[in-house]
């Protein structure tokens, strides 16, 4: 799904729901100050959140026109690994040259050892084993996604406010301690903050 009011529309075989446009809408309106550079997608169980970040994608390779250059790693619980790429797929489907973006990721040690383009959905039950300095050093350094989106967010938790106190297992999850190093450009060896990060879930948390 492009811009709406450029008449461009779906070419997949399920229509968007409103509230699925609505937000695709807003993730378009002009930016403000730096950019859209983060978003919470909060929406009920049911009402399409993959679906939705399916759509912001497939807006943004259109934009593009091209895949060079397009890296997002989509981290998920790792029961729901294979089923979120299936939806992904569905909307992303021949959106570049008839070609498949939307891959698994079996070993996330082994994530950025080949190629990055694409899509890339990822447990992030395996992604948070690897938040120590001693277990980096197992990952491939200079990996670089331009989007990062972290699915069931609610997971990445603190009893308390974290500001000013450095982040250990003891005050916040290990899942917290993931997501932040990951959008902080901190959790691989010569790595960067993404351009843009989404963040899903349906549950109330702080």
Request: neutral net charge; glycine residues 8%; charged residues 20%.
């Amino acid at each position: 799904l492009a811009n709406l009011s450029s008449g461009r529309l779906s070419t997949t075989d399920k229509d968007p729901f409103p509230h699925q446009l609505a937000l695709l809408q807003y993730v378009k309106k002009p930016p403000r100050h730096n950019g859209l550079r983060r978003i919470l997608i909060a929406d009920e169980v049911g009402l399409g959140k993959t679906i939705e970040v399916g759509l912001i994608l497939r807006d943004i390779l259109l934009a593009r026109g091209q895949l060079e250059g397009f890296r997002c790693l989509y981290l998920t619980s790792g029961g729901l690994v294979d089923d979120a790429a299936e939806k992904l797929r569905d909307v992303l489907s021949g959106i570049i040259d008839g070609n498949s973006l939307v891959d698994t990721v079996r070993s996330f040690r082994d994530y950025g050892s080949g190629n990055t383009l694409g899509v890339h959905v990822a447990s992030m039950h395996a992604a948070r084993l690897y938040v120590t300095d001693s277990r980096k050093k197992q990952l491939p350094p200079g990996i670089r996604p331009q989007i990062i989106i972290i699915d069931e967010c609610h997971h990445a938790a603190s009893d308390g406010d974290l500001a000013g106190v450095e982040v250990c297992r003891q005050v916040a999850t290990q899942t917290y301690m993931a997501a932040k190093q990951l959008l902080s450009g901190e959790f691989w060896v010569d790595s960067e903050a993404p351009q843009l990060a989404i963040l899903m879930s349906a549950t109330p948390f702080r």
